[in-house]
């Protein structure tokens, strides 16, 4: 079992709708919890990065949520546009030795 | 600049030949690994090398190698590869290692074994 559980797998929407993605995640000791977005065939590219202490991030319209008790996180982004159509991968790293294990990510197609 | 550069960006190769990929940084980051990546699938790490010397191989077998010949490059030396070979191939890179270092993706490396 993946210690890193994203939902839903996929997710499509209107353009200019607001959408949620989820991260449940066992991984321990937990160090931190990052969203990247990747666009296909790309690279990712970081989207928020929050540590034990923190329990929400924002950039721009994406907005990330982290409950460590629960072991809980999710990427809200608000009025979508085209080019949001991309995986979101969440990824958790290690306290010890900040080694990451990535979940498996929601491709999500933003329709016009 | 907070670029990962990789090249080629596409690679088609047989089964016999020899082929290398390159990963270039400038931001002075200690740390880079190469990771590969199947279709729909969250990547996988292969290797991670830290000021410039291997210190995670993550079972990969010997038809990958790779090499560090200074702190702003790595490559990923490639011989007698399978079909199940073909995938992205990312290089990242980071600060560091041990704390929570953002990590910096190239564009990747499609390859394709036939």
């Known amino acids: 079992k993946n210690q890193v559980e994203q939902s839903p797998q996929s997710l499509i929407i209107l353009e200019g709708k607001n959408c949620t993605l989820q991260c449940n995640y066992t991984v321990s000791p937990f160090s931190n919890l990052r969203w990247y977005k990747q666009d296909t065939g790309r690279g990712p590219v970081s989207l928020t990065i929050m540590t034990f202490s923190e329990n929400t991030k924002s950039n721009g319209r994406y907005t990330a949520t982290l409950d460590a008790d629960t072991k809980q996180s999710s990427l809200h982004i608000t009025a979508s546009q085209l080019s949001d159509s991309a995986s979101y991968i969440c990824v958790v790293s290690l306290y010890n030795n900040n080694d990451m294990r990535f979940g498996a990510g929601t491709r999500l197609t933003v329709k016009p | 600049d907070t670029e990962v550069t990789q090249t080629p960006k596409h690679l088609v190769m047989g089964m016999t030949n020899k082929k290398s990929l390159k990963c270039e940084q400038h931001?002075?980051?200690?740390?880079m690994y190469w990771y590969k990546q199947k279709a729909k699938k969250p990547p996988e790490l292969m290797f991670v090398?830290?000021?410039?010397?291997?210190?995670i191989n993550e079972s990969v077998p010997s038809r990958f190698s790779p090499e560090c010949p200074n702190s702003s490059l790595l490559n990923l030396h490639l011989h007698a590869l399978q079909p199940e070979d073909s995938a992205l191939y990312l290089c990242?890179?980071?600060?560091?290692?041990?704390?929570?270092?953002?990590?910096?993706f190239g564009p990747g490396t499609r390859l394709t074994v036939t």
């Open positions: 990242a890179s980071s600060q560091g290692r041990t704390l929570p270092y953002e990590q910096y």
């Open positions: 090398y830290s000021y410039e010397k291997l210190s």
């Open positions: 931001m002075g980051h200690r740390a």
